[in-house]
């Protein structure tokens, strides 16, 4: 295939806000509730409901915009787009298309050689979401689910900046830090909180002009994202090689086949006869309001992966990872508060932490363990109560259960023995019994004391200070 395109991208992102209720009503938009339970006349179109602007919806659009950079419009207010679809109980759409809430902003994102590139951001309006269709095959019927009628989104608007699949994934991973340390949102793809609608066009490397840009739907993780990106590329290339035009149009992906098919030609705004919305006023935003928000503002990633370099000592790497998820930064930080060692509790949330979450399957937005407990399991290790190995059987079940390590080692008899004279009593024992393992380790085969070591740990069931066998044994094995 032919190297010389260049792929031209640009992303449309949805989030669903964290805001207890629904943009225009009252209802909850807590997610999994019985089909159509969270649902009232103004969310479902009834006739003659009248709509009431959520403030919190705008102070988190505000927050999302202020983070990124953008410009906040003092007047900004509602506009209806109309289109016809059985979700869309109204037959139209409350958005933002002529006035937007924020504008021209951006974010930088660090590329795979090390660089730095900067993702302009053209807009971010407010908007409400439609219902779910359900298909049912079986019964040859499809049935729908106003839940999500009306629950509150911001959706964010890139500039076509970003030139491969790894930039996009760079960038939404950067959008979805920032949206979650604010508290916007818990951005979780597979819930539908973070959608991602890929606009991507190729051109010859060195044109100006955009090529034919084609809209993907259906993306609900970075993987499938990045591969639909590669797929659409490629069957670009393929019809401008072979003499064909790119229709605009959009696709729906298919992520178990690693196949897009066509779903309709792209509309323009002029298809959807956009018009203000008569239900709504225009919202005013002054500047003592942008303050207030401005002030909420916590902590961001990027101003947190400096602090941790600097005030906790941590390595770049460290810093990365445990302000890489805002679960391992609000441990890390209440935990460090607590027992004083950064360096360790950081080590706690790299290794075992992401191991476990590994073996469960888990999220670290699904850590149910206390920092309180993990700090208590970081002095146990540190101040010897503990050896590393029993530590580690602690930390499994304060990952599980959250118990409290400190009650746990009591009950369970897990303290370390420091007690020379039983050490010495059992290690004796050991040595007499593997007579071949002292025979090598007196002909130069160092190795042979970590077998003795195993044997003597067994002995005392895991609990006995390494430090101390490992000093006896050898003055033992000198005589």
């Not at 009252?26 to 006739?47: D, I, L, Q, R, W």
């Not at 729908?144 to 994934?169: K, T």
């Not at 009591?410 to 420091?418: D, I, P, R």
């Amino acid at each position: 295939m032919s190297k010389e395109y260049e792929t031209v991208i640009g992303l449309e992102v949805h989030v669903e806000l964290a805001t207890k209720t629904k943009i225009f009503c009252s209802c909850s938009t807590e997610f999994g509730g019985a089909p159509n339970s969270h649902t009232c006349p103004v969310c479902t179109g009834m006739p003659g409901a009248l709509p009431v602007l959520n403030r919190k919806v705008v102070e988190y659009a505000m927050a999302v915009g202020l983070a990124t950079n953008c410009e906040i419009t003092r007047n900004c207010k509602f506009d209806r787009k109309n289109y016809f679809y059985p979700d869309n109980p109204q037959n139209y759409q409350i958005s933002q298309l002529y006035l937007p809430i924020c504008r021209n902003g951006g974010i930088e994102i660090e590329l795979e050689d090390g660089g730095k590139k900067t993702i302009g951001i053209h807009e971010i309006h407010m908007e409400e979401d439609a219902g779910k269709l359900v298909h049912d095959e079986a019964e040859d019927v499809s049935i729908v689910d106003f839940n999500r009628s009306g629950v509150p989104l911001i959706e964010i608007v890139s500039e076509p900046d970003m030139r491969s699949a790894q930039e996009v994934i760079a960038y939404l991973d950067k959008l979805r830090l920032i949206i979650q340390y604010l508290g916007a949102s818990d951005c979780k793809l597979q819930e539908g909180s973070m959608r991602a609608d890929v606009n991507l066009s190729v051109r010859k490397e060195g044109e100006a002009e955009f090529g034919t840009r084609t809209e993907m739907k259906n993306l609900n993780s970075f993987r499938a994202i990045a591969r639909a990106i590669e797929n659409e590329k490629n069957r670009q290339i393929d019809l401008i090689e072979s003499g064909e035009k790119v229709v605009q149009e959009t696709r729906r992906w298919d992520d178990n086949k690693e196949y897009s098919y066509a779903m309709r030609s792209k509309e323009d705004a002029k298809d959807y006869r956009y018009f203000p919305d008569p239900d709504l006023v225009p919202v005013f935003i002054s500047d003592e309001w942008i303050k207030e928000v401005k002030a909420r503002q916590p902590e961001l990633p990027t101003e947190k992966l400096a602090r941790y370099q600097r005030e906790y000592g941590l390595p770049e790497y460290d810093a990365k990872i445990l302000t890489g998820e805002k679960k391992f930064a609000d441990i890390f930080e209440a935990a460090t508060e607590i027992c004083g060692k950064p360096k360790k509790v950081s080590n706690w949330l790299m290794v075992e932490t992401i191991r476990l979450l590994k073996e469960h399957d888990m999220d670290p937005a699904d850590i149910r363990f206390s920092p309180v407990h993990l700090a208590k399991l970081v002095d146990l290790a540190e101040g010897g109560t503990v050896n590393s190995t029993v530590a580690k059987e602690v930390f499994e079940a304060v990952f599980t259960d959250d118990i409290d390590p400190e009650q746990y080692v009591k009950e369970k008899g897990l303290q370390t023995v420091n007690d020379e004279g039983a050490l010495r009593s059992v290690i004796e024992e050991v040595v007499k019994n593997n007579p071949k393992s002292v025979e090598d380790y007196k002909n130069g085969k160092d190795k042979a004391i970590g077998f003795l070591v195993g044997q003597t740990m067994k002995a005392m069931k895991g609990k006995a200070n390494p430090g101390m066998v490992n000093g006896i044994l050898k003055e033992i094995l000198s005589r």
